[in-house]
């Protein structure tokens, strides 16, 4: 009984996080269609239905905030040229040096979403916009320190082309008629330590694995009309098995309703959430540490982001 | 509204003498309206009623918010950041309503008058050029569309106050002062709460799309920081536009800049007044230069036709009770007089020269233009006017041409002609932010005023670096040199290090990634072991190594190392610093993160002079440290702990009682998460 009032609370909270982003996805979808309406009557702009929904680890420590779902943090943004999407999750590790490792992830998806509308911004270098946002945090007065994978996709309009730019074990997938048609590689040092950019505390440099923005894996690829592209934090890829998420994502291919893709994308974040939960369960995560050697069952419980987003044309 | 009301409505506003207008009651109003709708075109402004046969919209009102910014003399952020730069001023506001310190605002370098007392002060030239309220910075904007303005709000969100002036540029390519804030403005006290500033514009009819603020931080606590810039106005058709703009590029030479500085509105009512008196000089076509032939050749006679009243001679009147009948100003001696003119702003003075030949001769005396500031004629400085000063400043010593030049109204032949007249006994030359300037410009610098002990050139950056500095290597008395926010080659500067011995001040902030600061920093305690200022604000590359080398350079006594050795420790560079610079005054520390507590502690026991020091957003600072500083620096004034993450929020109210306590500005803004 508990644990299932818990459960309602925590979808009641989802949605409502879901909510408003289904509000300003819907709105979004709504106007780029008018402005697509009004300009050419012929072929749409090619552009992203999207939708986020997630879930924090600890629900206590983390009150709901807009952009971030405990340490994980994502963002969305269009310009005229490029649909833009992101994620980055936070190195849980520097809690214990007395640093919220939220406020790295954050800060880094806050300010791509700021430099996607300047003058500078190329949309067929996602590895720029992260480089910016990178350099942007040591022009900040307040020090943000930690350390932070992260995950950038962008829809160039004209080319139709998605170019994506992954660091660490976030990632993406992107499903075209029941298939996975591309998927990114985690990149990791060694088990359970991904590549991440960093921002030690002065003094510590040395000693803190901190890799730079262009060893971030770029991909550039076509995409076609009713392609479902999902990025998500190493939350949902070491819980949710592939062919479950295959199930769940072919059913959305060339869905263009707001709504409905926002139900999907809760209930990928939901099974996610039950898996990483589930003590007994084989989950990708247990797999693979079994392979390393290290006897593990179960999920794995962490932060967990989905942005689920179809290409429209 | 009748035609007859317009008319005198129109006219009263620019003529400044009242008492003629109602005089010229007899004049023909309807064909003297349509001749200054064609010599004034600035107003058309709104949908005329004397030209029924346009039919003109209205226009709508519109509110719009920046679109790019076009020019800036200062910021705090470096060039391709978005935090604290200039580019925040674009767009909607991000942060408004919220008060407080946030990186998406525009943010400029300086605050206060801090920098005034600092070792590296400079002395304005010919300071009785400028206005009361100087102005210390400025930001040039654009907007989308065309509007008569009614409004422009200015949108600050943190320690508000700043703003004095508002300018706005028309069709007619002329800058007009839509507001300027009177000094009781600046005595009330502003609320420490961000505010959408909005004063009440001059009425005018102009049509624009860029503004232009001006800013004077002497009386701000702290940064000021600006988050959007709205202009309101009615929209003109594009119609009307087009016209005008057609009009501009038909019209002859425009309008000299002696009879432009000094008559300024006034040009109107010359034409007014003798349009009604008897002796009508023909000038429909070409009033400009027959206007300027005029007033140099046959003023005098006209004025004694007309018997007007000579201004100098009421002047001499109260003199004359004093002094033996027939006795007059130009009865003192030559040079007496001249130590008079010498106290004239430029302005003053050329109105001066217009009123007799005697003054004429003796306002155009050399001596009086061995010191020149254009700054603040900024907007009317032109290639004529640089001209004409060459005539005259044959004994150029100081010349300051910032911020002049920003619409092509000065070529860059002209400016070398200018220089290779009268510069060549050049000692101070401050050419900031002048839009004017090329490769070939700073040869001519470099070539011709080899006697230069200043040179100032802020704000020259441009992409790709334009400016070629090689010839500025002949230069080898300086001992002031300013390159702030300016792109250079390393080379280059280190050959002009090396050639400088002298040299005293070096400012190289914002100076960009492609310099390798260590190396100056070597050539530095080489060559130049004189230095007494050093400004390397935002230098990134560099390192202990570099600071290690600074503190070679004994005579230092303002050191200014904002956010340089990021990431770096120190390292033994702060002690030997302190140790070997007993004379340092100023120290600006600004986000070094790698200061440690052993730093502190040096600083309170070595630093027994300092005046002003800045350890924002150091993290490893407490209380403790804080009052030691406090105790051992006896001749501290400014002490800036924003941001320092390590103070705890309770500790703040000790720190307001230790600034009283011991007479420091303790500065401690962060920014306030309402969330």
């Given at each position: 009984m508990h644990s299932l009032h818990w459960t309602s609370r925590m979808i009641s909270r989802a949605l409502r996080s879901s909510f408003s982003t289904l509000l300003e996805s819907a709105t979004g979808a709504a106007a780029s269609k008018g402005g697509e309406g009004a300009l050419k009557s012929a072929s749409p702009r090619p552009h992203f239905v999207s939708v986020v929904c997630g879930f924090a680890k600890d629900n206590l420590r983390h009150k709901y905030k807009p952009g971030k779902y405990g340490e994980d943090s994502w963002f969305k943004a269009s310009t005229e040229q490029a649909d833009v999407m992101g994620v980055a999750d936070g190195v849980g590790g520097w809690r214990s040096y007395g640093i919220d490792p939220g406020e790295f992830s954050s800060f880094l998806m806050r300010t791509c979403e700021r430099l996607v509308q300047c003058s500078h911004f190329n949309p067929q270098r996602p590895v720029n916009l992260l480089a910016y946002s990178y350099c942007e945090l040591m022009e900040q007065k307040k020090p943000i320190l930690g350390s932070s994978t992260a995950c950038v996709l962008i829809l160039n309009r004209e080319t139709k082309t998605v170019h994506t730019a992954n660091i660490g074990d976030s990632g993406f997938m992107v499903v075209r008629q029941g298939e996975v048609v591309h998927k990114s590689e985690e990149q990791q040092h060694y088990f359970n330590t991904p590549f991440q950019l960093s921002l030690p505390p002065p003094g510590h440099g040395p000693n803190v694995l901190s890799d730079s923005p262009e060893s971030a894996d770029t991909m550039s690829f076509p995409v076609e009309d009713g392609d479902v592209i999902l990025i998500a934090t190493d939350g949902v890829f070491d819980n949710v098995p592939e062919d479950l998420m295959l199930d769940v994502l072919r059913d959305v291919e060339g869905e263009r309703d707001p709504v409905k893709l926002q139900m999907t994308a809760n209930s990928l974040a939901l099974m996610a959430r039950t898996l990483s939960l589930n003590s007994e369960f084989l989950s990708p995560f247990a797999l693979s540490a079994r392979r390393n050697n290290i006897q593990a069952r179960g999920g794995k419980p962490d932060d967990i982001t989905v942005v689920l987003a179809t290409v429209a044309m | 509204m009748s035609l007859l009301a317009l008319a005198q409505a129109s006219a009263s506003t620019s003529t400044s003498s009242s008492s003629d207008t109602e005089l010229d009651a007899q004049i023909d109003f309807s064909t003297m309206l349509m001749q200054r709708q064609r010599e004034l075109s600035g107003w058309f402004g709104c949908g005329s009623k004397m030209q029924p046969d346009q039919v003109e919209d209205q226009g709508y009102y519109l509110e719009q918010f920046v679109l790019g910014v076009l020019d800036f003399s200062s910021q705090y952020g470096i060039e391709?950041?978005?935090?604290?730069?200039?580019?925040?001023?674009?767009?909607?506001?991000?942060?408004?309503?919220n008060y407080g310190d946030y990186p998406e605002t525009f943010t400029m370098r300086t605050y206060g008058d801090w920098w005034q007392l600092a070792p590296s002060a400079t002395r304005e030239i010919q300071p009785q050029n400028l206005p009361k309220l100087a102005t210390h910075d400025y930001i040039v904007v654009y907007f989308e569309d065309y509007v008569v303005p009614t409004e422009v709000a200015i949108f600050e969100t943190f320690n508000p106050g700043a703003v004095i002036r508002i300018w706005a540029y028309g069709l007619t390519k002329h800058w007009t002062c839509l507001w300027e804030a009177l000094d009781t403005d600046l005595t009330a006290p502003t609320p420490r709460n961000s505010r959408r500033f909005a004063p009440t514009l001059k009425k005018t009819t102009m049509i624009t799309k860029t503004i232009r603020i001006d800013f004077n931080h002497s009386r701000l606590n702290y940064y000021t920081e600006i988050d959007a810039i709205m202009l309101c106005g009615r929209t003109v058709s594009g119609r009307l536009i087009q016209s005008i703009l057609g009009e501009q590029a038909r019209a002859t030479k425009s309008l000299s800049p002696l009879s432009k500085m000094a008559s300024g509105q006034m040009a109107g009512s010359i034409t007014c007044k003798l349009q009604s008196l008897e002796f009508k000089p023909n000038f429909r076509e070409k009033s400009d230069t027959s206007l300027h032939e005029f007033i140099s050749n046959d003023l005098g006679k006209f004025m004694m036709d007309n018997r007007l009243e000579d201004p100098l001679a009421s002047v001499s009147a109260p003199a004359a009770e004093a002094v033996p009948p027939g006795m007059c100003v130009t009865d003192l001696p030559f040079e007496i007089i001249l130590k008079i003119l010498s106290y004239l702003d430029l302005k003053s003075l050329f109105r001066v020269g217009r009123v007799s030949r005697t003054f004429y001769d003796i306002s155009t005396h050399p001596l009086l233009y061995a010191e020149l500031n254009l700054k603040p004629y900024w907007l009317v400085a032109s290639s004529e006017l640089l001209c004409t000063l060459a005539r005259r400043a044959t004994m150029l010593r100081k010349l300051d041409l910032s911020w002049c030049g920003g619409s092509n109204e000065i070529s860059p032949t002209e400016f070398k002609k200018f220089l290779t007249q009268r510069g060549d006994n050049l000692t101070h030359l401050r050419l900031n932010?002048?839009?004017?300037?090329n490769a070939s410009c700073i040869e001519n610098v470099g070539i011709v005023c080899d006697n230069l002990i200043e040179l100032s050139l802020r704000n020259c950056a441009t992409d790709p670096p334009l400016l070629n500095f090689s010839c500025l290597a002949n230069l080898k008395n300086l001992e002031r040199l300013d390159l702030f926010q300016t792109a250079f080659d390393t080379e280059l500067l280190l050959s002009m290090l090396e050639g400088n011995r002298k040299l005293k001040h070096l400012n190289l902030a914002f100076c960009g990634v492609s310099v390798n600061m260590d190396d100056v920093a070597d050539h530095l305690a080489t060559y130049n072991t004189q230095l007494v200022s050093l400004d390397l604000w935002k230098a990134h590359f560099l390192s202990a190594r570099g600071l290690l080398a600074i503190s070679r350079c004994s005579q230092l006594e303002e050191l200014d190392l904002g956010w340089c050795l990021r990431e770096a420790s120190l390292g033994d560079g702060l002690f030997q610093l302190l140790s070997n610079c007993p004379k340092l005054r100023k120290l600006f520390l600004s986000a070094v993160r790698g200061t440690t507590e052993r730093d502190l502690i040096h600083i309170a026991t070595l630093g027994k002079n300092l005046e002003q020091l800045d350890l924002m957003g150091i993290l490893n600072i407490t209380h403790e440290r804080i009052y030691d500083i406090l105790v051992h620096c006896p001749k501290l004034q400014l002490l800036d702990l924003s941001f320092c993450e390590n103070i705890m929020e309770r500790e703040f109210d000790v720190l307001a009682e230790w600034s009283r306590q011991f007479k420091v500005d303790i500065k401690s803004s962060r920014i306030f998460d309402t969330r």
């Open positions: - | 391709y950041s978005i935090s604290y730069t200039a580019a925040n001023v674009i767009g909607r506001p991000s942060k408004f309503p932010s002048c839009k004017f300037l």
